[in-house]
């Protein structure tokens, strides 16, 4: 399947994906060829198959990376009412979770759009003793350029998606 007629689709999932979850799976290899998946909240996503993240806590990922910058990021819509209406009507309305394979750029600064759409999205939490532990730091992203997908499927439930 193509990734680029797919976009807005995929880019409904991981909406769905975040508002459920709060983070996406991004999967690395270390240097024995051993998967390592770390959880990422604050990853964002443009309309030209690329995103970035902001990349702060994962000590495994920055070391993946010397050796090898694919990445496969993976979101689910776990949300309870959606699983419960999909499994009422024997169907998915929308793609239940996907993976996006693609490579990771060097860490870079983020730029004042980026760091506002962080605020943006974390100002709900300012008062919160842990906001500040967490979150006063981010100011370094990396670039994500997507080159393919996989969406998840389930036999029957999924027929009429991904055409």
């Known amino acids: 399947m193509d990734i680029s007629k ?32 770390t959880p990422i909240g604050h990853v964002y996503f ?9 990349d702060a806590f994962s000590k495994a990922m920055p070391k993946n990376f010397e050796a090898n910058n694919r990445i496969c990021l993976m979101a689910v819509n ?6 419960l209406k999909s499994l009422f009507k024997g169907k998915f309305g929308s793609a ?7 490579e990771v750029g060097e860490v870079r600064d983020a730029t004042e759009e980026e760091i506002d759409k962080l605020k943006k999205s974390i100002s709900i939490t300012s008062n919160l003793k842990g ?6 730091d981010l100011t370094r992203v990396r670039d994500m ?13 999924c027929e009429s998606l991904w055409q």
């Open 46 to 54: 443009r309309d030209d198959m690329t995103g970035y993240y902001f």
């Open 6 to 37: 797919n976009w807005n689709e995929i880019l409904n999932v991981l909406s769905s994906g975040k508002k459920s979850n709060r983070f996406f799976s991004i999967a690395t290899v270390d240097q024995n060829g051993n998967p390592h998946v």
């Open 96 to 102: 239940p979770a996907v993976r996006l394979f693609g």
């Open 145 to 157: 350029k997507f080159t393919d997908f996989s969406p998840a499927t389930y036999p029957v439930m």
């Open 131 to 136: 906001h500040k532990l967490l979150w006063s």
């Open 78 to 83: 776990s949300s309870t009412l959606f699983w």
